[in-house]
């Protein structure tokens, strides 16, 4: 590892932040605090904290001397100044000669102290900033230290690489015990230039922001050089099949084997990220893998994400595909069933009242594959994933030189139901598809990206499916919420075999699926061209039964039920002149979408059909529009609210009729109309 302090870039953001009244300590705490969180080797995702003690001034001119420490909540490496509250820092000093301080009350006493009462948490960590007595102080989880760190005899290891340069704690929970602690082991050695935190990480310190970083890079290389020279292959591999299924075939499985159950055919779904690397698969088709996987994670925090470590699969064979689900619910029960003997011994050490979390696994490792990462959304997901290999890396380092040893599993139930990271659970709150994801065929129509939309408004992962790739790709990017564009021929089987497959690839299986696409031809049915029919059917029919199979593959494999949902129209229903090539295929579609939900209601799959009229698309263009308002002598704005309400349908009201009967959980078989009340398109 390297140094990136560059002199050039630091005062150029010394100078930037002047410019906003930030002061030069503040923009070079921000400067080296993006370099730290800027390498994953070091922190991740909301990890690693760093402070500056400095000087500000409030809105009455009074001056303060203050601790300026990371907030909870900000990323590292993309920090600004205001992710680094002002704490007065008198009051948190005096806060050492407490015997014991609560972490309810560590809160309210930082907060107390803010000099801006609308910043967010300092860091749990701020007590222990503000002891030590150095102006720049940083904290990581480097992966580096943790092999280290995650020994039995960590103080050995610590001492034959630094000597006497880093102080040695011992295992303490952070917060205020932890602050205590850590600074009765500087007092032993003032001179030490950074503590070595056992089983959790690394400080450094320094008074300039240049010190104090330059210190965290060169121990960390410390840390890697001695693993590098010292270090062994600790592997055996492990016999594969030759003949593996693929992630493709198996996700699925795994995805509704992880869903939480909650009773009566409702779920609470993950979405599965699948990730490879030689890194990961040395690790995953060692022999050895189920028992490093059982030792634990190699640094508290990381419980949060990946709670108490992976679940282990055994290889899948082809051939024996069919039995393979069973075995993931063989290993999803008894990951279950640990998880909770885990939290009930735990839980019952003390008088708290706790709530257990879910039990399921966040990671899941694949022999011959790779690593599966589940989360409610795709970025708790990936997330999982990056903390995963970050595990792989400090597990299989300590491993090279020693044991890897983590912290036990009552210290690491301690942080996982900390009160502190409780109330940061209890703030997020799903939405209505948060954790499902959704396929929109003919997504980038008027009706198709409208619907896109309103299903990522509602928190799902939605693929946006469109024969056209880049306009399939805008309306990805416009919905947000990591939604993808795939260019689809819905008329070609093998193109929306390989769309699906895609979305399973990118999300680990699918929920909800609106068949939308379509076009219409006009044409007087007597004189209609029998291939300008057939065309229409295989747009308006065919692609709709195998959009359909291949949601119900999944939706299958899963295990979980779901949503299939056609797009026929008031055509199905009541015909029109000329439009014989749409409305038969448009009729056949209306009853296809019936023998669906015959047939699969058993697999908890709820099938029902929207029947709209009179929406501008494609399909109702302006050209359209105008010729057949001024045919029947009406305005536009006549024309289009010609029906019972007198208001134009939009195609926003349709999306919303399709998040209606993907929401809806006792119906099936169901045609809803949306039309704004058309008596003769009404089912009798």
Same mark, same amino acid.
């Given at each position: 590892m390297h140094s990136l302090w560059n002199d050039a870039d630091?005062?150029?953001?010394?100078?930037?932040?002047?410019?906003?009244?930030?002061?030069?300590?503040?923009?070079?705490?921000?400067?080296?605090?993006?370099?730290?969180?800027? &390498?994953?080797?070091?922190?991740?995702?909301g990890g690693g904290n760093t402070s500056v003690k400095t000087e500000v001034t409030d809105l009455v001119s009074d001056t303060h001397q203050v601790l300026c420490v990371k907030g909870s909540g900000w990323d590292m490496g993309v920090i600004e100044p205001a992710g680094l509250p002002a704490v007065r820092i008198a009051p948190l000093l005096k806060a050492r000669k407490l015997e014991r301080l609560s972490d309810e009350d560590m809160v309210t006493l930082q907060r107390a102290n803010l000099i801006d009462p609308s910043s967010p948490n300092p860091s749990v960590e701020a007590l222990l900033h503000a002891f030590l007595p150095h102006k720049f102080v940083d904290h990581t989880h480097s992966t580096a230290i943790l092999a280290i760190a995650d020994q039995g005899d960590s103080l050995r290891f610590t001492r034959e690489i630094y000597g006497n340069r880093l102080g040695f704690v011992p295992y303490v929970m952070p917060g205020f015990a932890l602050a205590k602690s850590a600074i009765d082991v500087f007092d032993q050695d003032p001179t030490v230039e950074g503590l070595l935190l056992d089983k959790h990480g690394i400080f450094t310190f320094g008074e300039t922001a240049r010190e104090a970083y330059e210190r965290m890079i060169q121990f960390v290389t410390m840390a890697e050089d001695y693993v590098k020279t010292r270090g062994r292959h600790p592997f055996t591999p492990a016999a594969l099949p030759t003949n593996l299924a693929s992630t493709t075939e198996i996700a699925p499985m795994l995805r509704g084997a992880v869903a939480v159950d909650k009773g009566q055919g409702r779920y609470d779904r993950m979405i599965s990220v699948f990730r490879r690397s030689p890194a990961i698969l040395d690790f995953v088709n060692a022999r050895e893998v189920e028992d490093m996987a059982a030792r634990g994670v190699s640094t508290p925090d990381l419980s949060i994400r990946i709670k108490t470590g992976p679940m282990v699969l055994k290889a899948p064979e082809q051939s024996a595909l069919k039995d393979y689900r069973a075995h993931i619910d063989d290993k999803t029960a008894a990951f279950m069933a640990d998880y909770v003997e885990y939290f009930r011994a735990n839980d019952a050490r003390d008088d708290v009242r706790r709530t257990m979390?879910?039990?399921?696994?966040?990671?899941?490792?694949?022999?011959?594959? #790779?690593?599966?990462?589940?989360?409610?959304?795709?970025?708790?997901?990936?997330?999982?994933?990056?903390? #995963?290999?970050?595990?792989?890396?400090?597990?299989?380092?300590?491993?090279?030189?020693?044991?890897?040893?983590?912290?036990?599993?009552? &210290?690491?139930?301690?942080? /996982?139901?900390?009160?502190?990271?409780?109330?940061?659970?209890?703030?997020?709150?799903?939405?209505?598809?948060?954790?499902?994801?959704?396929?929109?065929?003919?997504?980038? @129509?008027?009706?198709?990206?409208?619907?896109?939309?309103?299903?990522?408004?509602?928190?799902?992962?939605?693929?946006?499916?469109?024969?056209?790739?880049?306009?399939a790709a805008a309306v990805a990017r416009s919905i947000g919420n990591n939604s993808i564009g795939i260019a689809c021929d819905v008329t070609d089987p093998a193109s929306v075999q390989a769309a699906f497959d895609t979305v399973v690839d990118t999300f680990g299986?699918?929920?909800?699926?609106?068949?939308?696409?379509?076009?219409?031809?006009?044409?007087?049915?007597?004189?209609?061209?029998?291939?300008?029919l057939r065309r229409s059917f295989e747009l308006n029919f065919f692609a709709h039964h195998s959009v359909a199979q291949n949601a119900v593959r999944i939706m299958k494999a899963q295990g979980t039920g779901g949503a299939l949902l056609f797009n026929t129209s008031k055509q199905a229903i009541n015909p029109g002149a000329n439009f014989g090539a749409y409305g038969l295929p448009k009729a056949a579609t209306l009853f296809l979408s019936r023998q669906y939900a015959l047939e699969h209601g058993k697999d908890g799959i709820r099938v029902n059909a929207v029947?709209?009229?009179?929406?501008?698309?494609?399909?109702?263009?302006?050209?359209?529009?105008?010729?057949?308002?001024?045919?029947?002598?009406?305005?536009? /704005? /006549?024309?289009?609210?010609?029906?019972?309400?007198?208001?134009?349908?939009?195609? /926003?009201?349709?999306?919303?009729?399709?998040?209606?009967?993907?929401?809806?959980?006792?119906?099936?078989?169901?045609?809803?109309?949306?039309?704004? @009340?058309?008596?003769?398109?009404?089912?009798?």
């Amino acid at each position: 590892m390297h140094s990136l302090w560059n002199d050039a870039d630091a005062e150029a953001m010394v100078t930037h932040y002047a410019d906003k009244g930030i002061n030069r300590d503040l923009a070079l705490r921000t400067y080296t605090t993006r370099l730290l969180g800027g &390498d994953p080797r070091l922190v991740l995702h909301g990890g690693g904290n760093t402070s500056v003690k400095t000087e500000v001034t409030d809105l009455v001119s009074d001056t303060h001397q203050v601790l300026c420490v990371k907030g909870s909540g900000w990323d590292m490496g993309v920090i600004e100044p205001a992710g680094l509250p002002a704490v007065r820092i008198a009051p948190l000093l005096k806060a050492r000669k407490l015997e014991r301080l609560s972490d309810e009350d560590m809160v309210t006493l930082q907060r107390a102290n803010l000099i801006d009462p609308s910043s967010p948490n300092p860091s749990v960590e701020a007590l222990l900033h503000a002891f030590l007595p150095h102006k720049f102080v940083d904290h990581t989880h480097s992966t580096a230290i943790l092999a280290i760190a995650d020994q039995g005899d960590s103080l050995r290891f610590t001492r034959e690489i630094y000597g006497n340069r880093l102080g040695f704690v011992p295992y303490v929970m952070p917060g205020f015990a932890l602050a205590k602690s850590a600074i009765d082991v500087f007092d032993q050695d003032p001179t030490v230039e950074g503590l070595l935190l056992d089983k959790h990480g690394i400080f450094t310190f320094g008074e300039t922001a240049r010190e104090a970083y330059e210190r965290m890079i060169q121990f960390v290389t410390m840390a890697e050089d001695y693993v590098k020279t010292r270090g062994r292959h600790p592997f055996t591999p492990a016999a594969l099949p030759t003949n593996l299924a693929s992630t493709t075939e198996i996700a699925p499985m795994l995805r509704g084997a992880v869903a939480v159950d909650k009773g009566q055919g409702r779920y609470d779904r993950m979405i599965s990220v699948f990730r490879r690397s030689p890194a990961i698969l040395d690790f995953v088709n060692a022999r050895e893998v189920e028992d490093m996987a059982a030792r634990g994670v190699s640094t508290p925090d990381l419980s949060i994400r990946i709670k108490t470590g992976p679940m282990v699969l055994k290889a899948p064979e082809q051939s024996a595909l069919k039995d393979y689900r069973a075995h993931i619910d063989d290993k999803t029960a008894a990951f279950m069933a640990d998880y909770v003997e885990y939290f009930r011994a735990n839980d019952a050490r003390d008088d708290v009242r706790r709530t257990m979390l879910d039990p399921m696994p966040r990671l899941t490792l694949v022999p011959g594959l #790779g690593m599966f990462g589940h989360g409610r959304t795709y970025k708790d997901a990936v997330i999982a994933l990056d903390v #995963g290999e970050m595990w792989i890396e400090a597990a299989r380092d300590a491993e090279s030189i020693g044991r890897f040893d983590p912290v036990s599993r009552p &210290d690491l139930f301690d942080l /996982e139901y900390w009160s502190l990271e409780q109330a940061k659970l209890a703030g997020a709150k799903s939405k209505l598809f948060t954790g499902q994801v959704a396929v929109v065929t003919g997504g980038a @129509g008027a009706i198709g990206a409208a619907t896109a939309k309103a299903f990522a408004a509602e928190g799902a992962h939605v693929a946006v499916l469109d024969i056209d790739k880049a306009k399939a790709a805008a309306v990805a990017r416009s919905i947000g919420n990591n939604s993808i564009g795939i260019a689809c021929d819905v008329t070609d089987p093998a193109s929306v075999q390989a769309a699906f497959d895609t979305v399973v690839d990118t999300f680990g299986g699918v929920d909800m699926v609106v068949s939308n696409a379509g076009a219409a031809w006009e044409s007087p049915i007597a004189t209609m061209d029998d291939a300008l029919l057939r065309r229409s059917f295989e747009l308006n029919f065919f692609a709709h039964h195998s959009v359909a199979q291949n949601a119900v593959r999944i939706m299958k494999a899963q295990g979980t039920g779901g949503a299939l949902l056609f797009n026929t129209s008031k055509q199905a229903i009541n015909p029109g002149a000329n439009f014989g090539a749409y409305g038969l295929p448009k009729a056949a579609t209306l009853f296809l979408s019936r023998q669906y939900a015959l047939e699969h209601g058993k697999d908890g799959i709820r099938v029902n059909a929207v029947n709209a009229d009179r929406i501008r698309s494609g399909l109702l263009n302006d050209e359209m529009i105008a010729n057949r308002s001024t045919a029947r002598g009406l305005s536009v /704005e /006549e024309y289009m609210a010609g029906n019972l309400l007198h208001l134009e349908v939009t195609a /926003e009201h349709v999306a919303q009729a399709f998040v209606h009967h993907a929401a809806a959980e006792r119906t099936t078989g169901d045609v809803t109309t949306v039309d704004g @009340g058309n008596i003769a398109a009404t089912l009798r």
